[in-house]
Nanobody
């Protein structure tokens, strides 16, 4: 059973930093794109950042220069370093991975359970 497990959310003051982690576990053949999405109350889920297996990154404009996505392929883990946090970054953050389970014929999308990030002003 493949699953993504997140950690690292919490409460921080504006201007502070948090680091989110997401570990993929189970029998995995390969992991392609990984990423982070977030959903604020009353809003749709939005893309925050993605990183490919070749370490090519992409960010939504509102986090460029403040957030950094990275991954450790040996550990099947991705990270989101969030600096200079703002109250508008408050949301539930979900990790995402397009990965190929060992027993499957093709890759599938997987999601973490979500972790709350709250930035106080």
């Amino acid at each position: 059973q493949v699953q993504l497990v997140e950690s690292g959310g919490g409460l921080v003051q504006a201007g502070g930093s948090l680091r989110l982690s997401c570990a993929a576990s189970g029998s995995i053949f390969s992991i392609r794109t990984m990423g982070w999405y977030r959903q604020a109350p009353g809003k749709q889920r939005e893309l925050v950042a993605t990183i490919t297996s070749a370490l090519i990154t992409n960010y939504t404009d509102s986090v460029k220069g403040r957030f950094t996505i990275s991954r450790d392929n040996a550990k099947n883990t991705e990270y989101l370093q969030m600096n200079s946090l703002k109250p508008e970054d408050t949301a539930v953050y979900y990790c995402y991975a397009n990965l190929w389970p060992s027993v499957a014929a093709r890759p599938y999308d997987y999601w973490g359970q979500g972790t709350q990030v709250t930035v106080s002003s």
